[in-house]
Structures are given as structure tokens and as C-alpha cells.
């Protein structure tokens, strides 16, 4: 039979303003953070990523935050784009970037023109 | 910028069959992984590769999956048996040591 999807998370966002996408991690010992942005029928596309020694990192438009106190991660996307739109996961990992990646449930993202 | 490549887009099988996925992935990459997402569900590891040896599996790689780097450039994902429930996209995915970890496209495979 057919599986049941999750509801993801969503979140509409008027174009040109910011928009924040929060996750919550599972593992305490996890010490590398990635958000990957999804497009329907494509693989995973890297946006950002952030190691354990750090709280803040920014790059092109997007900020990661990592609050490892409440085990928190969010993306800021600044001035939104309708290209934006897609769904978001964060991704935890121990011993930076080699083994396994755990995913997050996901938010889709949808910008209103 | 070099990307991971994954063949077919799409595959069609009946329930029983084999199938093999493959993937070329970044040129300098040491370790290869696969993934699946079920529709509508989040992306799941599979296999991580590195040194011509599977270095993790999740409960889900039993023994009707298996992974091969036949030559330099490719690494595939063999389903001997595939069941219904096998259908999903599968995502493979490279890195250098202590990296981003880069995703294909995907191969959506469908289980009649």
C-alpha cells in the first residue's frame, strides 16, 4: 500500500522578507550542522553548514544559528526570493561530515509574489 | 563545479526483481553514501562507503542491498529482491574527509 507522508511544517513568506526556519536536533554529541534546501523531484542542495565550535555563521543571504544549549538550529534567509521556495531540512552529524547524516523532518518554504 | 551524477532518473521494476542504481560521484571524494526518501518523508541513510569497505549501514541495508565501487568513478547500490516498499527516490551522496557531504539528483524507483 501507499505510505502515508509526514505533514511537513510550512511557511509562507511575503517576497523581499525574511524568513526563519527552525529545527530541532537529537544528538547532543552531534558536532557538524548542514541545511540542505530540496526542490520537488531534486536531491539535496547544500545551502550552509556550521561545526559545534561555533554559534553563528553567515554566508550569501543565510545565517545558521546553533544554540547547542536547547539542541537548536535555525536558517535566516534575508530578502526572499521565489526561487526560495522549497522545502528545508537541517541535517546533524557527528565526526564532521564523514558517516552518517540524520535528517530532520523539514519546512517547506513558499514565497508569495 | 563538478557534481554527483546518478543513473537512471527513474526506474520501473516488478516486485522481485534486481536492480542496480549507480551514482559517479565528485572526482576527489573519499567517501560515498547512499540515501533514500519515501514520498512525502524525510531523506534516511543507507550506507556509508570509504576504502573500498562499507564503514556503516542502517537497519534498513539488509542483505537483499548491496554497494560496489566497480571501477574509479562509479559506486553503485544493487537490490537483489526489491519489494513494494522499496520504492522511494535514492540519493547518493560524496565527501572529502571532514566535509559537506554533496547529493545527486536522485533515482526514483518504483516497485510494481
Known amino acids: 500500500g501507499e505510505s502515508v507522508g509526514l505533514h511537513l511544517p510550512t511557511l509562507s513568506v511575503q517576497e523581499g522578507d525574511n524568513s526563519i526556519i527552525n529545527c530541532a536536533y537529537s544528538?547532543?554529541?552531534?558536532?557538524?550542522f548542514i541545511w540542505y534546501k530540496q526542490e520537488s523531484g531534486k536531491g539535496p542542495q547544500f545551502i550552509i553548514d556550521?561545526?559545534?565550535?561555533?554559534d553563528k555563521r553567515q554566508g550569501q543571504r543565510v545565517t545558521v544559528l546553533l544554540n547547542k544549549t536547547v539542541k537548536h538550529l535555525s536558517l535566516q534567509i534575508a530578502a526572499t526570493q521565489p526561487g526560495d521556495s522549497a522545502v528545508y531540512f537541517c541535517?546533524?552529524?557527528?565526526?564532521?561530515?564523514?558517516?552518517?547524516?540524520?535528517f530532520g523532518t523539514g519546512t517547506r518554504l513558499t514565497i508569495i509574489p | 563545479e563538478p557534481e554527483v551524477t546518478q543513473t537512471p532518473s527513474h526506474q520501473v521494476t516488478q516486485m522481485g526483481q534486481e536492480v542496480i542504481l549507480r551514482c559517479v560521484p565528485i572526482?576527489?571524494?573519499?567517501?560515498f553514501y547512499w540515501y533514500r526518501q519515501i514520498l512525502g518523508q524525510k531523506v534516511e541513510f543507507l550506507v556509508s562507503?570509504?576504502?573500498?569497505?562499507?564503514?556503516?549501514k542502517s537497519e534498513i541495508f539488509d542483505d537483499q542491498f548491496s554497494v560496489e565501487r566497480p571501477d574509479g568513478s562509479n559506486f553503485t547500490l544493487k537490490i537483489r529482491s526489491t519489494k513494494l516498499e522499496d520504492s522511494a527516490m535514492y540519493f547518493c551522496?560524496?565527501?572529502?574527509?571532514?566535509?559537506?557531504?554533496?547529493f545527486g539528483p536522485g533515482t526514483r524507483l518504483t516497485v510494481l
Open positions: 541535517a546533524e552529524n557527528f565526526n564532521f561530515g564523514n558517516e552518517k547524516l540524520t
Open positions: 556550521i561545526r559545534s565550535n561555533m
Open positions: 544528538n547532543s554529541a552531534s558536532d557538524y
Open positions: 562507503f570509504y576504502n573500498n569497505e562499507i564503514s556503516e
Open positions: 572526482s576527489n571524494h573519499l567517501y
Open positions: 551522496a560524496s565527501n572529502r574527509v571532514t566535509d559537506t557531504q554533496y
